[in-house]
């Protein structure tokens, strides 16, 4: 079977790492290319967890080069009370063995696509969209050949995680949003924050379950020690919501979707309280032409098996 091809854009935390040891295990697709940007934490710590969660994926280990260490307007503001200090949990993860590659992630991920057929390659984006926003303005053509674009992005259609209205991936580098979602890009995905909450969140029975599993389970679930800490404050046990694990099951298994629509939508680079909000034209108010699909909900059994499928746990 030949595989889907695929570049992985990330700001590496605890649920990016869930989510890039998804990906890895899943023997229908190939990561051509890993980028990192900063968000969660530093472009360079987005790095270093990117190598550590590779060495302990049990798969095989596609390059990685660092990509956007600022973002294009606005100073940083870090996830540490989400993930931790180092994004992973503060548990003492590092990289043994890889390394870093020579060279930009953003001009290594022109590249790549430039050496591709038109529609070859998909890219999914796991933190702010710096990144890919700089190669839509360095080479918007080359960029016109991704067959889709997924981003874990936005409030979905409900309520942000950052502000009342805006999800932290938007919020913080909404210029950079406002440049990819009017970039006239065929296929963009938003997988909003709305999509792992409610049943999709993984509960205390399940988080065992993955972390009694065996390596790969016991590492994407000890790296995520910071959010559960989190969680039961908010949740009142150890739940997880996984935002970036629901958009790479969104991307790489279309049929985890339950609610993906295409509409007109518009980010909010205004200073206040909107900044960052994905503006979604749900009644179509605008008549202007749909330029985003936004996916706000997820089947959870299904999503939930692939985690299990990809993360090699066995149910009882």
């Known amino acids: 079977m ?39 934490v530093e472009a360079a710590q987005a790095t270093k967890n990117t190598l550590t969660t590779i060495e302990h994926a049990e798969s095989y280990e596609p390059p990685v080069y660092m990509g956007a260490r600022k973002m294009l307007c606005r100073d940083l503001y870090f996830a540490h009370e989400t993930h931790g200090m180092d994004g992973m949990g503060d548990i003492g993860l590092a990289p043994a063995r890889l390394e870093v590659q020579p060279g930009n992630g953003i001009l290594k991920m ?17 933190g702010p969209l710096t990144n890919i926003a700089l190669a839509i303005r360095l080479d918007p053509e080359t960029m016109n050949k991704i067959g889709s674009l997924y981003v874990m992005g936005s409030a979905g259609l409900g309520t942000g995680n950052v502000t009342p209205v805006a999800e932290f991936n938007i919020w913080q580098d909404a210029e950079a949003a406002k440049i990819v979602v009017d970039s006239g890009l065929k296929n963009i995905y938003f997988i909003g924050w709305d999509a792992c909450l409610g ?17 790969k389970g016991k590492f994407s679930i000890d790296c995520n020690k910071v959010l559960m800490e989190m969680n039961r404050d908010r949740f009142g046990d150890n739940y997880l919501d996984m935002a970036d694990p629901a958009a790479m099951a969104a991307a790489l298994c279309p049929e985890s979707r339950k609610a993906c ?8 680079t205004q200073c206040g309280p909107g900044y960052g909000n994905v503006i ?34 066995k149910k009882e």
């Open 110 to 126: 022109l590249e790549t696509l430039k050496a591709s057929a038109e529609g070859e390659i998909d890219v999914i984006a796991l």
């Open 199 to 215: 049943e999709a969140m993984l509960s205390p029975t399940e988080i065992e379950e993955i972390r009694n599993s065996g390596k």
């Open 2 to 40: 030949k595989k889907k091809k695929i570049i992985i854009d990330t700001d590496c935390g605890s649920d990016d790492a869930m989510a890039i040891m998804m990906a890895l295990n899943d023997p229908r697709y190939e990561i051509l290319m890993i980028s990192t940007v900063s968000g969660n």
């Open 261 to 268: 629509e295409k509409y007109y939508c518009e980010v909010d």
């Open 280 to 313: 979604v034209d749900f009644y179509h108010f605008s008549g202007k032409e749909k330029n985003v699909y936004i996916c706000s909900e997820l089947h959870a059994d299904i999503y939930k098996e692939y985690i299990y499928q990809t993360l090699g746990v």
